[in-house]
């Protein structure tokens, strides 16, 4: 039993936090721009199922926090009434006789499906943007409140028969530029390597204050990642760091470099994830980096356990887990803004698709091929998620554990 407890507090709650966050302030973006545009909203919630509790303001907005901690939503007037979030003529023609003769010639431009494509494009995509911005500041705090620490890219070690020592690379290097690009911390090559794999890639290192050319071509190798114990093929040179204390440096930020940074990390983010899924299509790259509940589960409990490490008191290790879960959320945040945009009918990204048909045919698209979209999109959507608990439980090891229980 106290083993039960004690998994939950390390990785249920983590992982509620961080998700809770993300959609919450998803939600929010569309809830603020529609209230901006004057979209009425009947219910504004935090979670699903039945509320644990409510009130409503004085705009008539309900707020909610329901007992499934699993995200959160926002229903706009007439969502009941309407057949789908994109209705076609005959259903918006039946739900504007219905709101007319309920509230009178006019009021149904309060509503949502009444306001003009450009109204109704800002709330869709106010949810993503709201993402990015909340990786922003994330990012920016962290970098403001704590600096970054970063390692000088001096070649530690090189591995006998890896790519780096086939490249020339010798212990000591220190690493100056990538396809002419200066860098100054180690992870910026790890970062730029591990998706070009196979790719030709040039350095140029300082070798006893001389410069030296190099060209390296990446391997694909299994890492294990050292805090969540997960593997993952991805690109590798065989190159370690020195580990010296002169080596490791921390760079401090003003509030105004600490924002900049955000916007640049936050866009490394979505570069990276986005240079990985492009590979993954065109078949460079396994899909073995899909990672589903569990493995944002197990990241969120080693990372939180990180961030609690060495706090003097409970209070402490709270305060020092959740810091250290925000950029995990930062980063999470920055993928679920970016899948909302895809343009996957239930996701964003497939409203915005249908505002285009409507603002080009001049009538939104009709329900039946509308309702074949929306069970494709979910059918598509839930193939992901599927095959993304797939790799969890792949690297969890379940399969192999279950197989040694009946063999």
């Known amino acids: 039993m106290f083993a039960l407890i004690h998994n939950i507090l390390i990785y249920v709650v983590p992982f509620l936090f961080v998700l809770t966050l993300v959609v919450t302030i998803h939600e929010l973006g569309h809830f603020?721009?529609?209230?901006?545009?004057?979209?009425?909203?009947?219910?504004?919630?935090?979670?699903?199922?039945?509320?644990?509790?409510?009130?409503?303001?004085?705009?008539?907005?309900?707020?909610?926090?329901?007992?499934?901690?699993?995200?959160?939503?926002?229903r706009f007037s007439g969502d009941a009434e309407a057949s789908s979030s994109v209705p076609d003529a005959d259903d918006l023609a039946q739900l504007k006789a219905n709101i007319r003769q309920r509230e009178g010639v006019g009021a149904e431009r309060r509503y949502f499906h009444f306001k003009p494509i450009w109204a109704r494009s800002l709330v869709?995509?106010?949810?993503?943007?709201?993402?990015?911005?909340?990786?922003?500041?994330?990012?920016?705090?962290?970098?403001?409140?704590?600096?970054?620490?970063?390692?000088?890219?001096?070649?530690?070690?090189?591995?006998?028969?890896?790519?780096?020592?086939?490249?020339?690379?010798?212990?000591?290097?220190?690493?100056?530029?990538?396809?002419?690009?200066?860098?100054?911390?180690?992870?910026?090559?790890?970062?730029?390597?591990?998706?070009?794999?196979?790719?030709?890639?040039?350095?140029?290192?300082?070798?006893?204050?001389?410069?030296?050319?190099?060209?390296?071509?990446?391997?694909?190798?299994?890492?294990?990642?050292?805090?969540?114990?997960?593997?993952?093929?991805?690109?590798?040179?065989?190159?370690?760091?020195?580990?010296?204390?002169?080596?490791?440096?921390?760079?401090?930020?003003?509030?105004?470099?600490?924002?900049?940074?955000?916007?640049?990390?936050?866009?490394?983010?979505?570069?990276?994830?986005?240079?990985?899924?492009?590979r993954m299509v065109r078949g460079l790259e396994s899909g073995d980096q899909l990672g589903g509940p569990l493995r944002i589960g197990a990241?969120?409990?080693?990372?939180?356990?990180?961030?609690a490490e060495g706090a003097s008191n409970f209070g402490s290790q709270v305060a020092g887990g959740l810091v250290a879960l925000l950029g995990l959320a930062a980063a999470l945040s920055v993928g679920i803004g970016f899948m909302n945009l895809l343009p996957v009918p239930v996701l964003d990204g497939g409203h915005l698709l249908f505002y285009v048909y409507e603002a080009l045919a001049r009538r939104p698209l009709a329900a039946k091929v509308q309702a074949a979209g929306y069970r494709v999109g979910l059918a598509l959507l839930l193939g992901l998620m599927l095959f993304a608990t797939w790799n969890d439980l792949q690297q969890l090891r379940v399969f192999k554990l279950l197989g040694g229980l009946f063999s």
């Open 32 to 74: 603020a721009m529609a209230r901006a545009l004057g979209v009425a909203v009947d219910r504004f919630a935090i979670g699903f199922g039945k509320a644990i509790f409510s009130w409503t303001d004085k705009g008539g907005v309900e707020w909610r926090v329901g007992w499934i901690p699993l995200g959160g939503y926002v």
């Open 124 to 278: 869709v995509l106010a949810g993503p943007v709201a993402n990015f911005l909340l990786a922003i500041v994330l990012f920016a705090f962290l970098l403001g409140t704590f600096g970054e620490v970063g390692w000088k890219p001096r070649v530690g070690m090189v591995e006998p028969g890896s790519p780096a020592e086939r490249a020339g690379f010798m212990k000591g290097d220190l690493v100056k530029a990538i396809e002419d690009r200066p860098i100054s911390d180690f992870y910026e090559i790890k970062r730029y390597v591990i998706f070009r794999a196979g790719e030709p890639i040039r350095f140029t290192v300082d070798r006893g204050g001389a410069p030296v050319q190099l060209t390296a071509i990446p391997e694909r190798k299994a890492q294990v990642d050292p805090l969540t114990g997960f593997s993952n093929k991805m690109g590798s040179l065989g190159l370690g760091t020195l580990g010296a204390r002169e080596d490791v440096f921390v760079k401090h930020y003003t509030p105004v470099e600490a924002m900049v940074g955000g916007v640049q990390k936050t866009g490394e983010t979505l570069s990276t994830t986005l240079q990985y899924l492009g």
């Open 299 to 307: 990241f969120s409990g080693k990372i939180a356990q990180a961030g």
